[in-house]
C-alpha cells in the first residue's frame, strides 16, 4: 500500500525524524489562511508547493515550485490544485491533484538519498544511502553502483549504533550535523519497523545552509500482509489514487490488475494467470487484464470477475482458465453455466477445465446450451481465445 | 527415492483443529501419510480427524511422544510466524508452511533465526509437498501426479498443478513435487532444491518454474550452471506483467530491470537451463530432454 509525502512525513516526524513541514489544503478558499499558517508556525517567507498525488516524478511534471513569497505561493496554490498532472510514472492520462501540501521553503546545501527495504536475497533489511541526493537513484545505481552504501541489519538484532556511524561517516556528515544524521537514521529505521514498511525512503534528505539534517521528500510503501496489525497506517489509504476496477475487484475479494490488450482471462491462482496471460500473447493476442480468482471459482466469483473484465470496453473475448485441484471442475462448471446465462454476455467466452473431474466438466458445458467454447488443453483454449478475439 | 519426504516422514499438522487444517490433514491421511498427531494449543488430550490422530498442545509434546520429524502449519497469518518457531525450538528437521498471508518482517525474523538451526522451512504461502504414491504434505491433489523420474520445483500453486499435469500426458512420473512459495522471504530456496534433486539418483529431470520478482531463479541458474548435471527445464511466469504491479504473489513485482521475465529467461539460458517460452510446453521439453540425454 502506498500513502502521499505529507503522510509519510507525518510518520517520520512522529519517529523523531526532522521535516520540512507544512499545512494540506483540499479547498481553494483555505490557501490562503493556510500559507499564513504555515507563515507562523514554521516562521517563514518563502514556500514550497507540492501537489500531493501518489505517483513519482511530480516535481518534473511541474507538481512542486518554490515560491518566494506569499503572493506567489497563493499563485502557484491555484494552479497546482485541481490540476491533472502528468509525470512518467501517471501514464498519458495524467492524476488530478486533490490535495496540496504547502511547506516552509530551505536554504539547501546538499541533498542525500537514504532508504531502507528488504533484500530478498539475504532475507535481511538493507539500508542504501548516498550524497548523490535528490536525483533519480536509480540513475545513479546503473551508473555509479560504487556511490552506493549498503548496510545489512539482521531482523532479530535490528539497526545498530555503529551502523548509523559508519553510514553517516561515509556520506560524510561532520560535527554536529554528523550527530543529527546519526538520529535520523536511526529514527528512520524505527519508522520503517514499527509501521511494517516494505520501502522507507527519503529523497532528499537535506543538509541546510544553518547545518541541519532534515528530510525533504518521504515515500512509504507497506507490506499488505501487516496491514491487519496496523490500523492507522490502513486508514491513510488514499482509493483515489488506485484504477477504480481494480478497487472494486478487491471488494469482491478478486486480485484483479487492469492492462492494454482485449482478450480478458480468468484464473485460479496467481502463477497460473501469469502463464494464462503469457500464452495469450504467445498466440498473438494481449491480454487485457490478470485476474485471480483464488480457490472459489463459484457462481458468484465467476459473475463478480465477469463484471470487472467486461468493464473493460476493449475487451473482446474471454478465456477461463481453472486448474481444479482441491476445487471440482463440475462445480466450477455449473458456476460458469449459471453466470454466463444470467448475465447474457456480449462476448465469446472460452473455458477450459483441467484437473479434478474435468471429464464430468466438459461434458456439463458441452449440454448446457449455453455459448462456451470450450478447450482441452491450455494451448488450445489459448489459441481459441485469441482466434475469436480478432 | 525422493526428497525431503517419503513413506517414512511422521508428520504432525499445527491446527489440525481449524477448518483448513482439519480439511487438509484429512486429505493427507486419505493420501496414504503418516500423521502422527497435531498440536491445537489447549487442545491436548483430544483426538482429531475422526479420533484418529492425537492432538497435542506443544510441538515439543509431539515431538516427544510421536517422534514427529516433518510439520504442517494451517496456523492463521498473524500466529504463524510463532508456529514455525515452535516447531524448530522442539527440533522438527522439516517444517512446511501453507499459510498465506503472513507479515513479510515476521518471515525475515524467522528465516534469520532458523540459519541457527537444524530446521528446513518450506514456504510460507506455498502448496507444500508431494512425492507421489508416498506422502503428501501440502495441498497438492496428489491424483494429478504420478511415481517417476522428475523434480519439480516452483513458485506457484496451480501453475505447478498444470506443469505436472503435462508431465503425467507424456508418460512423466515425478520424484517430489515441491511448491516453494510466492513470498519475498521463503525457507527454502530454489538452487538448495536444485542441489538435493541433484544428489538424488532417481530424479533424471527437474523442472523449475520461476516467477517475475527477485533474483532466486538466478541464483539458482548460477548454481545449475556449476553444481547440476541434470536437464533443467526454466519457466518464468510473467511474460506479459507490466513493471511496479505486483501479479497476485506478495514476490511477483518487477521492481528493477533485472527482475523481468526477460532478463531472467536470457541468464537461465546463458547457464545452461532448457528454458520453456509456453507454459504449455514443459511437459514436451522435459520428455525431448530425457530423450536426448537416454541418447
Known sequence: ?390 | MSILVNKDSKIIVQGITGSEGSFHAEQCLAYGNNIVGGVTPGKGGQKALDSKVPVFNTCFEARQEVGANVSLIFVPPAFAADAILEAADAGIELVVCITEGIPVSDMAKVYTYLESTNTRLIGPNCPGLLTPDEAKVGIMPGFIAKKGSVGVISKSGTLTYEAVHQLCQVGLGQTTCVGIGGDPVIGTKMAELLELFENDPETEAIVMIGEIGGSMEIEAAQYAKEKVTKPVIGFIAGQTAPPGRRMGHAGAIVSGADESAAAKKAIMADCGIIVVDSPADIGMTVKKALATVTV
Open chain 1, 1 to 390: 500500500m502506498k500513502i502521499h509525502e505529507y503522510q509519510a512525513k507525518e510518520i517520520l516526524k512522529e519517529n523523531g525524524v526532522p521535516i520540512q513541514d507544512g499545512f494540506i489544503v483540499e479547498n481553494e478558499a483555505d490557501i490562503d489562511s493556510t500559507i499564513d499558517r504555515v507563515a507562523k508556525e514554521f516562521n517563514c517567507s518563502q514556500f514550497v508547493v507540492k501537489a500531493q498525488i501518489h505517483a513519482g516524478g511530480r516535481g518534473l511534471g511541474g507538481g512542486v515550485k518554490f515560491c518566494p513569497d506569499k503572493a506567489s505561493a497563493i499563485e502557484t496554490s491555484k494552479e497546482i490544485l485541481g490540476m491533472t498532472l502528468k509525470t512518467h510514472q501517471t501514464g498519458p492520462e495524467g492524476q488530478l491533484v486533490r490535495k496540496i501540501y504547502i511547506t516552509e521553503a530551505l536554504d539547501i546545501e546538499k541533498e542525500y538519498y537514504v532508504a531502507i527495504t528488504l533484500d530478498r536475497t539475504q532475507s535481511k533489511h538493507v539500508i542504501m544511502a548516498s550524497a548523490e541526493g535528490g536525483v533519480d537513484i536509480e540513475d545513479v545505481a546503473a551508473k555509479t553502483p560504487e556511490k552506493i552504501i549498503k548496510v545489512w541489519v539482521d531482523p532479530n538484532l535490528g539497526f545498530q549504533a555503529n551502523q548509523a556511524r559508519q553510514l553517516a561517516f561515509r556520506l560524510g556528515f561532520e560535527g554536529d550535523s554528523f550527530k543529527q544524521a546519526v538520529k535520523v537514521l536511526k529514527a528512520l529505521y524505527k519508522a520503517y519497523e514499527v509501521t511494517d514498511a516494505s520501502i522507507a525512503e527519503i529523497n532528499p534528505l537535506v543538509l541546510t545552509e544553518q547545518g541541519n539534517v532534515i528530510a525533504l521528500d518521504a515515500k512509504f510503501n507497506f507490506d499488505s500482509n501487516a496491514l491487519y496489525r496496523q490500523k492507522d497506517i490502513a486508514s491513510l489509504r488514499d482509493t483515489h489514487e488506485e484504477d477504480a476496477t481494480e478497487v472494486e475487484a478487491d471488494a469482491f475479494n478478486l486480485n484483479y490488475i487492469k492492462l492494454d490488450g482485449n482478450v480478458g482471462c480468468m484464473v485460479n491462482g496467481a502463477g497460473l494467470a501469469m502463464a494464462t496471460m503469457d500464452i495469450i500473447k504467445l498466440k498473438g493476442g494481449e491480454p487485457a487484464n490478470f485476474l485471480d480468482v483464488g480457490g472459489g471459482a463459484n457462481v458468484e466469483t465467476v459473475k463478480n470477475g465477469f463484471r470487472i473484465i467486461l468493464s473493460d470496453k476493449s475487451v473482446k473475448a474471454v478465456l477461463i482458465n481453472i486448474f481444479g485441484g482441491i476445487v471440482r471442475c463440475d462445480r466450477v462448471a455449473n458456476g460458469i453455466i449459471q453466470a454466463v446465462s444470467e448475465l447474457d454476455l456480449s462476448v465469446p467466452v472460452v473455458v477450459r477445465l483441467a484437473g479434478t473431474n474435468a471429464e464430468e466438466a466438459k461434458s456439463l458445458l458441452e449440454n448446457s446450451g449455453v455459448s462456451i467454447i470450450p478447450a482441452e488443453s491450455l494451448e488450445e483454449a489459448a489459441t481459441k481465445v485469441v482466434g475469436v478475439a480478432t
